[in-house]
């Protein structure tokens, strides 16, 4: 493992917890342009980014399918399988050769509910991730960049 | 002495974007003192005004060079200038990045928008001695591929990691989109012996500072770059106050222990 | 210096004289008169323009002349105007540029064409104010060249107060009714029995010149003591004060005070007390250029932080709320200042209460935000 992935699940999940996770995580080699899940599918794998870069997207007919976020080392790739309906609120379609650790959802939610302390720590990393999620999305919103503010390189006039 | 602006000749003019242009500066006479990545100097467009601008190049290394984005009345101006144009520059004011102390330590590099400007004579100084510096990272965010300033450069510098997202991709673009504090989790570094320079707007520089502080970089190795009405640079005005420090003459690069408290104030 | 000159006491045609031979050297000399309705700082001819017999009555909001029975010259307190009128004039060209039809751009600096003032009557609360804008103008790094240039010419007559005004505070702002070194002569009316006279310290090798050019006689020990005995009683008669807390600490801690939305309902954001205020230094530039267009000035004048447009960035006002105004006016004047420079912005001189509009009293809005400090603890 990547001391980056160690670093992001260590902040997010306590050894025993992590360690149990990782443990039932298959290793995957995905080539360019293999799309993981698509919208409104059944959410039933997750994954966490070891090496390469994912694309979320949202198929809009008649247009070239627009990427909202783009997620790489260390990221994770889906968390709708945590949450009922468990369906796909986007796309994910792989950019580059993407190597993951991939999960079976359903094993994991099966894990939790036999074991809440277990249970939590999931719930905890997966809420962590949604916060930077919407914070990022967030500050996309205000298109500070698209305001004149930048240091320094027009000032006041 | 009231510092008076010493003339100096347009001797380049590149756009960058549809916003920004870069003008290469050079004495018409008599030279300013050497700049440091960070500072800025005052420059006048005649017959509109003076505005701050931090230098995108320095002396030692490419010349003089400021990166202009036209916002107003004298940054129009300036941008509308033609290679043999004359505009009237002085300085340097201000605190600098401060390389030196990073020496054998990890630099990372975070730029917002056109703060990438102040910040690549700053990536020019690390680069130009690798065995000095750990692993240079740039990281840039922007709002679309179109606002990328040294874009070219970028592909070229030797780091150890280089990132650019953008907030709204376009066609041709294949690379991340997303916020910039979301690269922090690719780039190699080591937060225990890290210096971060970190430029954009104050939104952004926030949100990486505070990203970058609970990663364990210490605050004081977190340099941002700050911005405020200055009107003097010479510490006289009052215009560019942010509570306790006179940015001009204080800042306007400072470490984000001092920056995260006055910036937490609303209207301060 | 090792200015020893034991202390003397010019009379009434010693003061007529010593006004005549500043005016002799060629100073302009500068000093209280009445005019409009108030006591002003302007040139003057002769020490009859003194406003002899007159006296102010001051509150928040107000100023009205008095007649005084004792016919002193210098029994009043601060008027609308400081010497910073006269030192950092509120507009000022800073440097011209030129261009040739070729594209050649000049840049002339301006040579400050300073009068050699000679300031009559500096309250010690304006001495204090003197140098703290000494610090602030040409302490640092740089220094303002106009400012720097007025200033170590100007010649400073100080006269102790012993009439405080209502509005006045300096006690508490750790100044006094005497002038702290700084002046060249400072001088102590008396008006009793004995006649109208001044007692004279010296300060300064040139003021000691400058007594030595006018009549004069030593010091009696009457004098000495009526003065000193009017000086001090006047320690003790200050209308107002500033709560004796660490004023410093106190704003650092108030940012988020509920007193500032208090006084933001009632302040207009005017910027007066900040064009009254003797150590208020802001400035703005301003770019004029002639028909032509191949002549542009660069002009200085003063600004205000109560001004929408003063923390102007981008795409609009940093501070943009009058609470946010009135919080950094105050702040900085009691608290950043001493981070900025060393030194409180305050010399407790009352101007800004007297000439508020809305009639808001510093210290009472400082007492507030102590109160409320200590309610919260």
């Known amino acids: 493992m990547t001391p980056s992935i160690t670093l992001r699940l260590e902040h997010a999940m306590p050894v025993e917890h992590r360690e149990r996770l990782l443990r039932i995580a298959r290793e995957v080699d995905l080539k360019p342009d293999t799309r993981l899940f698509e919208e409104g599918g059944h959410a039933d794998r997750f994954w966490i980014v070891r090496d390469g870069t994912v694309a979320l997207d949202m198929h809009v007919p008649g247009r070239r399918t627009p990427v909202i976020e783009t997620l790489g080392t260390g990221d994770l790739v889906g968390w709708s399988w945590l949450f009922e309906p468990y369906v796909w609120q986007l796309g994910a379609v792989t950019t580059t050769r993407v190597r993951a650790y991939e999960f079976d959802a359903v094993a994991v939610r099966l894990m939790c509910d036999d074991d809440a302390e277990f249970g939590r720590a999931v719930g905890r990393w997966v809420g962590r991730v949604l916060s930077h999620r919407l914070n990022a999305a967030r500050a996309r919103l205000v298109d500070l960049y698209g305001s004149p503010a930048a240091f320094l390189s027009g000032g006041a006039g | 002495m009231t510092a008076v602006p010493v003339p100096h000749l347009v001797v380049d003019r590149r756009r960058d974007t549809a916003e920004t242009v870069t003008l290469r500066l050079e004495p018409v006479g008599e030279a300013l003192a050497e700049f440091a990545p960070g500072q800025f100097a005052m420059v006048h467009c005649f017959g509109r005004g003076e505005i701050p601008l931090s230098v995108s190049s320095v002396q030692g290394t490419g010349g003089l060079a400021h990166t202009i984005r036209s916002v107003g009345a004298v940054s129009d101006g300036l941008c509308a200038t033609r290679v043999g144009d004359v505009v009237g520059l002085r300085g340097p004011y201000g605190t600098s990045w401060e390389l030196e102390p990073a020496r054998g330590q990890d630099v990372l590099v975070v730029a917002g928008g056109i703060g990438l400007a102040p910040l690549r004579p700053l990536i020019l100084g690390a680069l130009a001695e690798p065995e000095a510096y750990g692993r240079v990272s740039v990281l840039v965010g922007a709002r679309t591929p179109a606002d990328l300033i040294s874009r070219e450069e970028l592909e070229q510098w030797a780091t150890a990691y280089t990132g650019v997202t953008v907030d709204w991709p376009d066609t041709g673009w294949h690379g991340d989109v997303g916020v910039v504090t979301q690269l922090l989790g690719r780039a190699p570094f080591d937060p225990d012996r890290t210096w971060a320079f970190v430029c954009g707007p104050e939104p952004m520089i926030r949100a990486t500072a505070r990203d970058l502080a609970q990663r364990g970089v210490p605050p004081e190795r977190i340099r941002v770059s700050l911005e405020r009405n200055m009107r003097c640079a010479t510490g006289h005005c009052g215009h560019c106050q942010l509570g306790p420090l006179l940015v001009c003459r204080d800042g306007p690069v400072v470490g984000w222990e001092q920056a995260q408290p006055l910036l937490s104030v609303r209207e301060l | 210096m090792s200015v020893t000159t034991a202390p003397a006491v010019l009379d009434r045609d010693g003061l007529d004289a010593l006004v005549t031979a500043l005016v002799g050297q060629g100073r302009t000399v500068v000093g209280p008169t009445v005019r409009d309705g108030a006591i002003v700082l302007a040139e003057l001819a002769s020490a009859d323009a003194l406003p002899f017999g007159w006296g102010v009555e ?256 981008h795409e609009g006002p940093v501070r943009s709320s009058g609470k946010a105004r009135y919080r950094q006016w105050l702040t900085h004047k009691l608290s950043t200042w001493h981070d900025q420079f060393g030194t409180s912005g305050c010399v407790g001189c009352g101007r800004c209460i007297a000439w508020c509009p809305a009639g808001i009293d510093i210290t009472e809005e400082v007492a507030a935000l102590h109160t409320e400090s200590e309610t919260e603890r």
């Open chain 3, 58 to 313: 001051l509150e928040a909001g107000r100023y009205r002349l008095v007649r005084r029975e004792d016919g002193a010259a210098f029994a009043h307190s601060a008027g609308p105007q400081s010497w910073k009128t006269f030192l950092h004039p509120a507009r000022e060209r800073l440097w011209s540029a030129d261009r040739t039809p070729e594209g050649h751009v000049s840049f002339t600096p301006e040579e400050p064409a300073a009068p050699d003032y000679a300031f009559l009557g500096v309250r010690p609360c304006d001495l204090r104010a003197v140098a703290i804008q000494d610090r602030v103008l040409t302490g640092g790094r740089y220094e303002d060249s106009g400012y720097g240039a007025r200033r170590r010419r100007a010649l400073l007559i100080s006269v102790d107060c012993v009439e405080p005004g209502a509005t006045c505070f300096c006690v508490s702002t750790g100044g006094g009714p005497a002038a702290d070194p700084g002046y060249d002569l400072a001088l102590t009316e008396v008006v009793d029995g004995d006649g109208h006279r001044f007692l004279v310290r010296v300060g300064s090798e040139e003021g000691a010149r400058l007594l030595e050019a006018v009549p004069h006689r030593g010091a009696d020990p009457a004098t000495e003591t009526t003065a000193r005995a009017s000086v001090d009683a006047a320690r003790d008669r200050m209308g107002r004060s500033l709560p004796p807390v660490d004023l410093r600490a106190l704003m650092g801690a108030s940012l988020d005070a509920e007193r500032w939305d208090d006084v933001a309902a009632r302040c207009l954001t005017c910027g007066n007390c900040t064009m009254v205020c003797p150590t208020c230094f802001c400035v703005t530039t301003e770019e004029v250029t002639d028909l032509t267009g191949d002549h542009t000035e660069r002009w200085q004048r003063w600004d205000s932080c109560f001004d929408l447009d003063f923390s102007y960035l």
